[in-house]
């Protein structure tokens, strides 16, 4: 009698997952192992990888070649090597901060000293360079210059800056504006985003600045205390542009074109799902969420059944081909967490709620909110050294009323544009809203044991979790008992990685 080689299958292989983590790990090592190891890594990987497919392996053959391939393209995006010194900076103007004690400008298309320079550059300059400048300035200037520091901890400046294109920081007196309109698209977008901000504020009044930051993804004037109130709570992940606003859009086209017009509905949401990536700056949330429903409505345009954790992958390579060192963005992990906590946990919590007689809503949004509670632990603690008990009941409650303020928001600022005199009016309730919700939020805040402090994990330990989820899912093909013998060596290996790194410490 002939087995049946699926039913020895530990999971269902899906190329996309294994390529994604493949390309992850590449780009890690990357960004942590000294030159020239990793040349010598990349031919070892290269060899290693032929002779895999020469032996038929094609599985183990497409982990190596992705790790190569995410090792390579991370070698390839490193910024070019320049001394620290006194420099001469050009470049054009990409981005615009107003702060406190000086305005700091992102520069793109940037030479050192008269030589092409491969990232972005951040300038910081006095109070003075508050007024005239614009998106698409040529400047120069006489700057200081220097390599972001790398230090092994929570916040590492050069992963950081590198996960937003930047490979060198430089500071400066004055400036030199030399041309103007150099990048026209990135003027258009600019002013675009500034003119709805703008009818935002005007709709919002003083509420202005949360509604920016949930409807555009604008938070240059979301007050730190404010954002700091969600944080406690455990809801910090509201104020970020993501699936939901996503859902919004697919929701509102869903129900102007009937669905049998499969295809009229699927360019549709394409083009606006890509304008609302634009406009909100491409942020990892947004663009994971605008991938993730091409791929479902795509699956069902070609009937084939769509796949979250396949989906989940290929938004990840997308973004991380465009800019490898969005892997270290608190963004990015916090999204791609939160989803694969929901990808793992969110069909079994929702079942087993049912089963002791909870309302099928109820048990969806309280699964939901767990499972990615679960995903986006580690991070929590790593990043911010603290857990929320209460989180679970913060997003019950918060979750739907904020599902409530965006849509408002959203016929708001439609309304802000058409009539007006009108928008304030319309205003009212959404802020009612948000004004309970945060109310609410902060009593649950306030209390006993709302936050309880934690020591940081390594990012070893994070990632040994995300393996130990991954075995306690149903996506691994084995019953209960054999899964947990799987776990088991991971919780060890889990709690000594844990443990070695408050030694450490």
Do not use: W
């Amino acid at each position: 009698m002939i087995r049946d080689n699926a039913e020895n299958r530990l999971i269902n292989y899906r190329p996309l997952f294994e390529f994604a983590l493949g390309m992850m790990a590449g780009i890690l090592l990357c960004a942590n192992i000294p030159h020239p190891f990793d040349i010598i890594l990349a031919v070892l990987l290269a060899l290693s990888g032929c002779a895999l497919v020469c032996f038929k392996r094609t599985r183990p053959a497409v982990l190596a070649l992705a790790v190569l391939f995410g090792l390579s393209l991370g070698s390839a995006m490193l910024p070019a090597e320049f001394s620290s010194g006194e420099a001469r900076v050009c470049g054009t103007v990409c981005e615009i901060e107003y702060r406190e004690a000086d305005t700091r400008l992102v520069l793109d298309r940037v030479k050192l000293n008269g030589e092409k320079f491969n990232k972005r550059v951040r300038l910081s300059l006095g109070t003075a360079a508050r007024t005239g400048l614009k998106i698409g300035d040529i400047i120069e200037a006489d700057a200081s210059i220097r390599k972001p520091s790398s230090r092994f901890s929570t916040y590492d400046e050069r992963k950081t800056l590198l996960s937003k294109g930047i490979g060198c920081i430089a500071e400066a007196d004055s400036f030199t504006v030399t041309g103007e309109h150099s990048l026209p698209f990135a003027e258009f977008v600019h002013s675009i985003r500034s003119a709805i901000d703008e009818r935002i504020k005007y709709a919002f009044g003083e509420d202005g600045g949360i509604f920016s930051a949930l409807l555009i993804g604008v938070r240059d004037e979301l007050s730190d205390e404010r954002a700091e109130a969600y944080r406690a709570s455990g809801t910090a992940h509201l104020l970020a542009i993501s699936g939901f606003h996503m859902g919004i859009i697919v929701g509102a086209i869903s129900l102007l074109i009937p669905k049998r017009r499969r295809l009229l509905r699927f360019v549709i949401i394409f083009a606006f799902a890509a304008a609302y990536c634009t406009v909100a700056a491409y942020t990892p949330g947004i663009v994971r969420a605008a991938v993730m429903t091409v791929c479902l409505l795509g699956a069902g345009l070609l009937e084939r059944r769509p796949d979250t954790l396949s989906s989940l992958s290929l938004a990840s390579i997308l973004i991380l081909i465009v800019n490898p060192f969005q892997l270290y963005s608190l963004g990015f992990q916090f999204s791609f967490s939160a989803v694969f906590g929901i990808a793992l946990f969110s069909g079994s919590f929702s079942r087993k709620l049912r089963g002791i007689r909870i309302p099928d809503k109820l048990s969806s949004a309280a699964a939901v909110c767990l499972s990615a509670t679960i995903g986006t632990a580690m991070l929590q603690l790593r990043y911010y050294s603290s857990f929320t008990p209460y989180s679970l009941l913060s997003n019950l409650i918060a979750v739907p009323a904020f599902s409530a303020v965006v849509i408002l928001g959203f016929i708001t600022t439609l309304v802000s544009f058409i009539v007006p005199p009108f928008a304030q009016f319309a205003a009212i309730l959404p802020r009612a809203v948000l004004f309970a919700v945060e109310n609410l939020l902060t009593l649950i805040s306030k209390l006993p044991l709302a936050s309880v402090e934690f020591s940081p994990p390594s990012a070893i330990c994070c990632i040994v979790f995300a393996f130990l989820i991954f075995t306690a899912s149903e996506y691994v093909l084995r019953p209960k008992r054999k899964r947990l013998e799987f776990a088991i060596p991971l919780l060890i290996l889990f709690t000594f990685s844990y443990f070695m790194g408050i030694i450490n410490a």
